[in-house]
């Protein structure tokens, strides 16, 4: 706290992110990182961009990544926006599409970057409790609203939504729009992007973070109707003329160009997600079902704080939550590469043992 803070500043709640720890000896189970490094191209392209060219200012339009994406997803590019991560995209729409009269509604277990972008743009927000399995029920999403936005799968509960269900929320709701959050979409559900063309209010966020291995990158985008996208960019260019730098821009076009390691990649993780929740089971956690690359597990006779505290004592981190009472004895446990995920199953034997 300081004295030159403005009134403003006091008051904000920022997000506070999971640990990045210096020691890199701790196996890292705690921010749904990819196990696995980026595609060789993705490296050999930031290679290639890394020239005297730094000395120019970025294309404002990043035209090259976004054709990128709109072609792999057979799309208009003017149906693609892009930002420095999802989380710059969300900032964005929050303040172009969501700053209305009317509360927007968000679960009320759920990426909590939500609630502090209300705190920073004064959005008023209602939210919706997940059901008795911890799961969304867009059902109950029905009433006046001046936005909804959620993630699918959720986080941290990893269960996801039904494109039915997401149609049906989007035509339900014709003036006001729908956000889906796609950041684990790639590990088990359907992208609500197929619904674009149908819904002009419905708007789709991806990121290259999680399923693209670039979380040090920071690429993120968002899809939707022509109108939607140019209101975000209006925004953007009242904030940032250049917000993709060079490096980014050539580092996530070579990301979508490298189908065979992205495959590879979803595969390995979904794979080790259910053999891990398998074993969990064994060990007598109550484990959600998973469409993403984490699992929201917790044991009945162990609290998630003494868990989280014994694994980090064995170099274990995960990620615990500590409100709201719901779910404070679960543990989110980000799916690691095979050898990080056996540590974790060998760490838990010992500290239930
Ligand atoms: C990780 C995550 C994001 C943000 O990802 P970026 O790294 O900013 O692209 C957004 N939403 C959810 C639900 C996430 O888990």
């Given at each position: 706290m300081s004295k030159f803070w403005s009134p403003f500043v006091r008051d904000l709640e920022p997000y506070v992110p999971g640990e990045q720890p210096k020691m890199s000896r701790l196996v890292k189970l705690n921010t749904n990182e990819h196990p696995l490094g980026p595609s060789p191209r993705v490296i050999e392209a930031i290679r290639d961009a890394a020239d005297e060219r730094l000395r120019l200012y970025p294309d404002p339009d990043a035209s090259e990544l976004k054709d990128a994406i709109a072609a792999y997803y057979r799309l208009k590019p003017s149906q693609v926006f892009l930002g420095n991560g999802s989380d710059e995209v969300l900032a964005h729409l929050f303040l172009g599409l969501f700053k209305q009269d009317r509360?927007?509604?968000f679960p009320d277990i759920t990426y909590?970057?939500?609630k502090v972008y209300c705190g920073l743009y004064g959005i008023d927000y209602q939210t919706v409790p997940l059901n008795d399995d911890l799961a969304i029920d867009l059902a109950d999403y029905q009433r006046p609203n001046g936005g909804l936005i959620f993630p699918n799968p959720n986080a941290p509960t990893g269960q996801p939504l039904s494109l039915d269900a997401i149609a049906r929320v989007a035509e339900a709701n014709p003036d006001s729009v729908v956000v889906v959050d796609e950041a684990y979409v790639d590990f088990g559900a359907d992208t609500a992007i197929a619904l674009v063309d149908r819904y002009a209010n419905l708007l789709v966020v991806q990121t290259l973070s999680k399923s693209r291995a670039l979380a040090g990158i920071r690429v993120g985008f968002a899809i939707g109707h022509e109108g939607l996208i140019e209101g975000l960019e209006r925004v953007k260019n009242s904030f940032n003329s250049y917000p993709l730098d060079r490096l980014a821009i050539a580092a996530g076009r070579a990301a979508f160009e490298d189908e065979a390691w992205f495959q590879q990649g979803r595969?390995?993780?979904?794979?080790?997600?259910?053999?891990?929740?398998?074993?969990?089971?064994?060990?007598?956690?109550?484990?959600l079902p998973s469409a993403a690359n984490f699992l929201f597990a917790r044991h009945p006779d162990h609290s998630g704080a003494d868990l989280a505290l014994a694994l980090r004592e064995r170099g274990i981190i995960v990620r615990h939550f500590g409100k709201p009472e719901r779910i404070q004895d679960y543990l989110r446990i980000t799916i690691g590469r095979p050898e990080q995920n056996r540590e974790l199953v060998q760490a838990l034997g010992d500290i239930l043992s």
């Open positions: 509360p927007i509604l909590s970057f939500y595969k390995l993780v979904i794979d080790e997600r259910e053999s891990l929740s398998a074993v969990l089971n064994g060990l007598g956690f109550q484990v």
